[in-house]
């Protein structure tokens, strides 16, 4: 009995990281100004891909919920581009460790009990789900 639940113990250990890469997570523009593109891509991968602000753009303070496509793991790069022309870049991201990423300064007041993610993504892209106050 005692070797089963090692055993257990072990497997959900192991697995838990796993099951972690694919959970949504959130990202805050925490600067001052309006973000007109935001870039996600896997840690270390040239390039910056496609705009994910595709709906307009994210007010200070507001938030963009994103799930990672199977496989992608956890570590991404992220580039915000803000209204002013100011680029700001959050290099190796871990998202699994940190669900709610602040890009650009203290967000003012995230939500402290933001409920469920959204569910959203997947594929072999990221899909964002806009939210924030208003």
């Not at 496989?71 to 940190?98: K, P, S, T």
Request: with cysteine.
């Amino acid at each position: 009995m005692i070797r089963h639940r090692l055993l257990l113990l072990v497997v959900l250990a192991w697995a838990s990281p796993a099951l972690a890469q694919n959970e949504p997570f959130r990202i805050v523009n925490g600067a001052g100004v309006p973000a007109t593109t935001l870039n996600i891509v896997r840690a270390g991968q040239d390039g910056w891909g496609s705009n994910l602000l595709s709906r307009g753009p994210l007010r200070p303070g507001a938030q963009l919920s994103m799930r990672p496509p199977e496989g992608a793991g956890c570590r991404f790069d992220l580039r915000l581009l803000l209204q002013d022309g100011q680029e700001i870049i959050r290099r190796d991201a871990d998202v699994c460790q940190d669900r709610l990423l602040v890009v650009g300064g203290e967000a003012a007041a995230p939500p402290s009990s933001p409920g469920p993610l959204p569910q959203v993504g997947g594929g072999d892209r990221l899909l964002p789900s806009v939210g924030g106050r208003n």
